[in-house]
Nanobody
Framework: QVQLVESGGGLVQAGGSLRLSCAAS????????MGWFRQAPGKEREFVAWIGGSTLYADSVKGRFTISRANAKETLYLQMNSLKPEDTAVYYC??????????????WGQGTQVTVSS
């Protein structure tokens, strides 16, 4: 199995920045692509960003967030700039065994809270 552990969430003022990290462990050779999702209170979980041979972003974060991967693909990052109150959510790391972006992912992290104050 694969374990995903997120970190880096917190409270930030609007216009500020945060960098989320996701550490993968276990049978990471299963992993192919990875991504980030988020879920705000009372809302469904939504796609944020994905990285494989290329990157994909939700329109709501394009130009403000950057997804990247390091350490033999075992660490995933999400650099979030120009944060807005509507970015407030629990952010989840996701990992896929196969190439592509599909739902649900094969593995989820436990989530990290991001709160943006106005």
């Amino acid at each position: 199995q694969v374990q995903l552990v997120e970190s880096g969430g917190g409270l930030v003022q609007a216009g500020g920045s945060l960098r989320l990290s996701c550490a993968a462990s276990g049978r990471t050779f299963y992993l192919n692509t990875m991504g980030w999702f988020r879920q705000a209170p009372g809302k469904e979980r939504e796609f944020v960003a994905w990285i494989g041979g290329s990157t994909l972003y939700a329109d709501s974060v394009k130009g403000r967030f950057t997804i990247s991967r390091a350490n033999a693909k075992e660490t995933l990052y999400l650099q979030m700039n120009s944060l807005k109150p509507e970015d407030t959510a629990v952010y989840y790391c996701a990992a896929y065994k196969n190439i592509g972006l599909y739902y649900p992912p094969d593995y989820w992290g436990q989530g990290t809270q991001v709160t943006v104050s106005s």
